[in-house]
C-alpha cells in the first residue's frame, strides 16, 4: 500500500476529528485513577453541570464536546464532589491540566491556556495578600494601644491599595480578558471628594453604581460576582418601593437588551425575584415585567412551556389585586344563600379572610383572628368578610357555631355562582384574589382599596395598630 496515501489519510482522519471537536480539556489530577472530574459553570447563584469524564489509570481524564462552550469561570469537581477548583473557558478551548489536589494553588499546571495562566497568577497574588490582609484584621482586635491599631489599620489600606492596583493594570494590560470583566463588577463605586452631604453621597453611588460594567457581556453570567452585585443593587441600594424597582428593573433590561443571553438573565432572574417578593406589594414590579415583556411575547423564545405557564397563571393572577388597587367585587352567598357581594360591606376596613374549616392552618389561625377582631378591631369599625374556600357547607357551618365566629359576615360560593361564573367565562375568586392556599387575608379601605395582602395574623395585628394609630394622630 501507497505510503504518502496512508500519511494522507491519517490528516483527512485528523482533521475530520478535530472539526468535530470544539472543545478538548485534558486533565490529569493527582490522586484520582478512577471515578469521574465533573465540569460546570456558575449561573447567578446556581452550579450547572456540563460533563463529565471518565478518570483513567494515569488520572487523566478528557473533556471534549461538538458545541463550543459559552465564556465564562467553570469548576473541575472532584470524583466525589468534595472538591473543586476555578478555570477561565473563552477563546481558547484546547488545553491541558496537570496537577495535584493537595495544592491546587501551586501544583496546577496550564499548556496552551494564557487566559488560565493569568487567572492563576491573580490567584495566588489575592491568595497572598488578602492572606495577610485577614492575619492583619485578627490582629487589629488584639491591639493594645491607638498607635499599634492605626498602623495595621494603615497597613490594611496598603494591602487593599495593591489588590485594586493589581485590578487596575490587569485592566490596562488585558482589556478583552474574562477577568477584566469581572473586576469591573468587584469595583466599588468612588465618591468624589467634593462631594460631602449623605443624600448627594447616596444618589451619586447610586447613579454610578453599574459605572463601567459590560452588561452586555454574557460572560458574566457564568461568573460568581454577578448575581451578588443584581441583588444588592436591588434589596440594599435601591429603596424598596415599587414604582422605583419598576424603573430601575426596566431600565438594566433594556441595557441588557443588544446580547439575548444577558437579556433572558436579567429579565428572568428579577422576574423570580419579584414573583414572590421579600416585601409586602413588590408583586407588583412581577407584575410590570409581565406585561411589559411576557405579554408582549418578546420573552417566548427561551421560556420552557411550563415556565411559560407559571408566569402566565402567575401574572394574570396578581394583576387583579395589586397593593393600592380596587379589590374586585366578588359576589357571594351568607349562611341563608342569600347573595352577599364584597361591596355591601359598608365598613372603615375590611379584612377578607378566604378559608376552609377542614384546613390545619386555618383551624390554629382563625380563632386566634377571631380574638383579635373582637378584641381590638371591631370596635374600631372593621369588619371580617370570611370567605369559604372549600370543606363543605355543613362543616363550615358547624366550625363557625362551634368557635363562635358570630361577628363576622360569612359567605361562600354555591355551586349555581359557579356554574354561572364558569359558563360566563370570568375569572374567579382564587383568581382574583390569587388564594393559592388558605388562610389568605386581605385588608380593604373604606373604598376597598387593597392596602395590605397576604399576611398572617400576627403580621396583620401589627399593620392594623400602626393603620389604626395614624387614622387617631392624622
Not at 491546587?104 to 497568577?121: E, H, I, Y
Not at 377582631?373 to 362543616?395: E, L
Not at 395574623?457 to 387614622?471: I, R, V
Request: hydrophobic share 35%; aromatic share 14%.
Amino acid at each position: 500500500m501507497n505510503r504518502t496515501w496512508l500519511i494522507s489519510f491519517a490528516m483527512l482522519l485528523t482533521l475530520q476529528l478535530s472539526s468535530q471537536t470544539a472543545y478538548r480539556i485534558d486533565v490529569t489530577l493527582k490522586p484520582f485513577h478512577s471515578g469521574y472530574l465533573y465540569l460546570a459553570h456558575h449561573y447567578g447563584k446556581k452550579q450547572i453541570l456540563v460533563d463529565s469524564a471518565a478518570i483513567d489509570n494515569n488520572s487523566k481524564a478528557v473533556f471534549t464536546g461538538k458545541t463550543k462552550l459559552p465564556g465564562g469561570i467553570y469548576m473541575i469537581a472532584f470524583p466525589k464532589k468534595d472538591g473543586w477548583f476555578e478555570i477561565v473557558i473563552d477563546k481558547e478551548q484546547n488545553f491541558t491540566i496537570v496537577g495535584d489536589s493537595s495544592d491546587l494553588l501551586n501544583k496546577l499546571v496550564f499548556t496552551g491556556s494564557a487566559d488560565n495562566q493569568l487567572f492563576k497568577d491573580y490567584q495566588k497574588f489575592t491568595a497572598k495578600t488578602g492572606g495577610e490582609i485577614n492575619g492583619l484584621q485578627k490582629s487589629l482586635a488584639g491591639a493594645k494601644t491607638k498607635q499599634d491599631s492605626a498602623e495595621i489599620q494603615k497597613a490594611i489600606q496598603a494591602g487593599s491599595k495593591s489588590l485594586t492596583a493589581y485590578r487596575q493594570q490587569f485592566i490596562k494590560d488585558h482589556p478583552k480578558h474574562l477577568l477584566t470583566s469581572i473586576f469591573s463588577v468587584l469595583n466599588e463605586t468612588q465618591i468624589p471628594s467634593s462631594i460631602k452631604d449623605s443624600v448627594a453621597i447616596y444618589y451619586y453611588y447610586r447613579r454610578h453604581y453599574w459605572d463601567g460594567v459590560n452588561l452586555t457581556d454574557a460572560r458574566l453570567i457564568r461568573t460568581p460576582v454577578l448575581q451578588p452585585k443584581l441583588d444588592r443593587y436591588f434589596d440594599d441600594v435601591l429603596p424598596q418601593e415599587p414604582d422605583t424597582l419598576k424603573e430601575e428593573a426596566y431600565d438594566i433590561i433594556l441595557k441588557a437588551r443588544a446580547d439575548k443571553d444577558m437579556y433572558q438573565y436579567f429579565l428572568s432572574q428579577l422576574t423570580d425575584k419579584y414573583v414572590n417578593p421579600r416585601y409586602m406589594g413588590q408583586d407588583a414590579v412581577f407584575v410590570y415585567l409581565f406585561q411589559k415583556f411576557y405579554v408582549t411575547g418578546e420573552a417566548d423564545e427561551w421560556m420552557s412551556e411550563k415556565y411559560k405557564k407559571f408566569i402566565f397563571d402567575r401574572g394574570y393572577s396578581l394583576m387583579a389585586n395589586i397593593l393600592g388597587d380596587k379589590a374586585a367585587n366578588i359576589v357571594m352567598a351568607d349562611t341563608l344563600d342569600k347573595p352577599k357581594p364584597l361591596y355591601s360591606v359598608d365598613a372603615t376596613y375590611t379584612l377578607v379572610c378566604f378559608w376552609d374549616p377542614g384546613c390545619s392552618h386555618c383551624q390554629v389561625e382563625v380563632p386566634k383572628l377571631d380574638s383579635l377582631y373582637k378584641a381590638k378591631w371591631k370596635s374600631k369599625g372593621v369588619i371580617i368578610y370570611g370567605v369559604m374556600t372549600s370543606g363543605g357547607k355543613d362543616a363550615w357551618l358547624k366550625y363557625i357555631h362551634e368557635h363562635n365566629l358570630k361577628d363576622w359576615v360569612h359567605v361562600y360560593q354555591t355551586e349555581e355562582m359557579k356554574s354561572a361564573e364558569n359558563a360566563s367565562g370570568k375569572p374567579g375568586y382564587k383568581q382574583l384574589f390569587d388564594v393559592y392556599q388558605t388562610p389568605m387575608l386581605y385588608l380593604l379601605d373604606k373604598d376597598k382599596r387593597i392596602v395590605a395582602k397576604k399576611l398572617n395574623y400576627e403580621q396583620l395585628n401589627e399593620f392594623m395598630d400602626y393603620k389604626l394609630t395614624s387614622a387617631r394622630t392624622n
